[in-house]
């Protein structure tokens, strides 16, 4: 078969009119959801060893969550910490507490609160326990 120049534009206006008369494929509404962390606040001053609590806006969730499963990330300055604070809770919980892990005493440190999102908190200080308690 003889392929033409225009055989080439009849099978490209074809496969055009295909896709303009198909049906779209309907996806369920998804909503994503990114609630305000409230605490901790700027210039808070966690102590490595004590328990600590995070907590967010969740005064207005959408109806349909895509992710509702969270999880809290530490933040040293404009990197994300392979650190894990508390994960596996409702993103509709709204707080979560944690035992402050050991890091570098510092003052740039932040959390990502990840769900559908991920949302940071604003600055704080981690500084090291000197009552000497775990």
């Keep these: 078969m003889y392929f033409t120049t225009f055989n080439f534009f009849f099978v490209i206006a074809f496969a055009l009119l295909a896709l303009v008369h198909a049906h779209p494929v309907s996806l369920a509404a998804r909503d994503v959801f990114v609630p305000e962390v409230l605490t901790p606040k700027a210039g808070d001053t ?22 509702p499963v969270g999880q809290l990330l530490l933040r040293k300055g404009e990197l994300t910490q392979n650190v894990t604070l508390a994960g596996n809770f409702s993103i509709l919980a709204g707080n979560v507490s944690f035992i402050v892990p050991s890091v570098t005493p510092d003052d740039d440190y932040s959390v990502v609160l990840f769900g559908d999102s991920g949302n940071f908190s604003p600055d704080f200080s981690i500084v090291a326990n000197v009552s000497g308690a775990p």
């Design 46 to 67: 966690w102590v490595i060893g004590d328990t600590q609590s995070v907590t967010w806006n969740v005064s207005s969730p959408p109806a349909q969550i895509t992710n």
